[in-house]
């Protein structure tokens, strides 16, 4: 069964009048969790949208940055975002209730924010609205500022990128703990751990900017440490 077919039963299985938000409070354990990750995604996906008055932008090809979505199941991603744009809850709300549905976990929460910053620059421009709004949502999420920070790094890079906050290292680190740092964000990029935490197998893909990111990132500063 794809992970469109269990999303369009959890929101069948809302009942009248309630919001999206419920679906967070119900899907709290595996196999379900993956697909409370794929809703959260594109259900704050839509209030970001909504909150940088972008909402006629095409949304569906956005979330193909980050799932993997077959033109059958398009319909059912739409109405994810179409019911989390029209509903009244705020975005805090949805982010308060994803965080409670994660517990302790901080790993799907990053994966989540990832997520959240790849559409963000998936129309190739990053603005303002979208910065404070993920920045809200990391916070709520207990992300620490400097996770938040090396996230940005990876998608939204100054004009001259630092590998060593790409990495979420101190540059007065010494190389061997750079490197076993870098081994270690490697590790975590594998699809069976993302899986293992949560993200569904459609959005492994995730994986592959990230370690573009942190590859080029560990080359740099391999390079100056050999000059």
């Known amino acids: 069964m794809s992970i469109w077919t269990r999303i369009s039963e959890a929101l069948s299985a809302l009942a009248s009048g309630e919001s999206l938000g419920a679906v967070f409070d ?8 993956s697909v409370a990750f794929t809703i959260a995604v594109i259900a704050l996906s839509a209030k ?3 909150a940088d008055g972008r909402v006629t932008r095409n949304e ?3 979330f193909r940055e980050v799932f993997s979505i077959a033109p059958e ?52 421009q990053y603005h303002p609205t979208e910065d ?3 920045e809200r949502v ?4 207990d992300i620490p500022q400097s996770d938040f920070r090396t996230l940005r790094m990876r998608f939204v890079p100054d004009a001259v990128p630092d590998p060593y906050a790409v990495l979420g290292v101190s540059p007065d680190a010494p190389l061997p703990e750079v490197r076993k740092h870098w081994r270690q964000l490697v590790r975590d990029c594998h699809p069976d ?17 990230r370690l573009i990111a942190i590859n080029h990132a560990w080359e740099e500063i391999s390079a100056r440490h050999a000059a």
């Open 193 to 209: 751990v993302m899986q293992a935490r949560g993200v569904p197998e459609e959005a492994v893909k995730m994986s592959e900017k």
């Open 73 to 124: 199941d398009e319909a059912a991603a739409a109405r994810v975002f179409n019911l989390a744009r029209q509903d009244v809850a705020g975005y805090e709300d949805y982010a308060i209730r994803i965080r409670r549905m994660f517990g302790d976990r901080d790993g799907p929460l990053l994966d989540l924010l990832e997520g959240l910053f790849y559409i963000a620059i998936a129309d190739g």
């Open 60 to 62: 569906v090809s956005a």
């Open 138 to 141: 990391a916070a709520i999420f």
């Open 132 to 134: 404070a709004f993920l």
């Open 26 to 33: 119900r899907l709290r354990n595996p196999p379900e969790r």
């Open 48 to 50: 970001m949208a909504k």
